[in-house]
Antibody, heavy 120, light 108 residues
Framework: QVQLQESGPGLVKASETLSLICTVSGYSISSGYYWGWIRQSPGKGLEWIGNIHQSGNTHYNTSLKSRVTISLDTSNNHFSLKMSSVTAADTAVYYC?????????????WGQGTLVTVSS | EIVMTQSPATLSALPGDRATLSCRASQSVSSSLAWYQQKPGQAPRLLIYGASTRATGIPARFSGSGSGTEFTLTISSLQSEDSAVYYCQQYNNWPPLTFGGGTKVEIK
């Protein structure tokens, strides 16, 4: 079955760039679907960060758009998230997930999540 | 941006009770609504999409209904393993995709 696994540094300094990778197994990311990033601040709800389609087309949350880049690496079957100029407010558990094929985007399955702490 | 509002914030019930969770959208999202279950320390799990279609492997005691701006997730007979936070998410008008604030279900 399709499985996703986030990886990357658990600690990032304020003003630097957060970089995470989501490795997908059991499905080729070039075969379809949107692939997305969602985060959850400690004790809070879910916030959508952005999606990338197999075609490379991206959509971002307007609140984060100026700082976020999502890209695909089809040769390694993974997609990545880069978020620049991070602050303490970016401390969260970051999840990657598979979205829908068309414009109907619900997320299933999800990775287990990775905690990223921004330190001053 | 479509704002999703969930109620109640917390629901406490006995095993075997029927639980009704509500999700309201600030404008119509047609039937483009999903429900997720999140247990402590775990990632969210898809329960329902298209407002009423159960995802693969989801028990029949979970059901979704509604369209437009008012949606309901019903758990027909609560079990201890249903203790979790439940989120709704709209995907009718995006970006951005938006989630509700969650309803915490506690089993007495």
């Amino acid at each position: 079955q399709v499985q996703l696994q986030e990886s990357g540094p658990g600690l990032v300094k304020a003003s630097e760039t957060l970089s995470l990778i989501c490795t997908v197994s059991g499905y080729s990311i070039s075969s379809g679907y949107y692939w997305g990033w969602i985060r959850q601040s400690p004790g809070k709800g879910l916030e959508w960060i952005g999606n990338i389609h197999q075609s490379g087309n991206t959509h971002y949350n307007t609140s984060l758009k100026s700082r976020v880049t999502i890209s695909l690496d089809t040769s390694n079957n993974h997609f990545s998230l880069k978020m620049s100029s991070v602050t303490a407010a970016d401390t969260a558990v970051y999840y990657c997930a598979r979205g829908g094929r068309g414009s109907q985007i619900w997320f299933d399955p999800w990775g287990q999540g990775t905690l990223v702490t921004v330190s001053s | 941006e479509i704002v999703m509002t969930q109620s109640p914030a917390t629901l406490s019930a006995l095993p075997g009770d029927r639980a009704t969770l509500s999700c309201r959208a600030s404008q119509s999202v047609s039937s483009s609504l999903a429900w997720y279950q999140q247990k402590p320390g775990q990632a969210p799990r898809l329960l329902i999409y298209g407002a009423s279609t159960r995802a693969t492997g989801i028990p029949a005691r979970f059901s979704g209904s509604g369209s437009g701006t008012e949606f309901t997730l019903t758990i027909s007979s609560l079990q201890s393993e249903d203790s979790a936070v439940y989120y709704c998410q709209q995907y009718n008008n995006w970006p951005p995709l938006t989630f509700g604030g969650g309803t915490k279900v506690e089993i007495k």
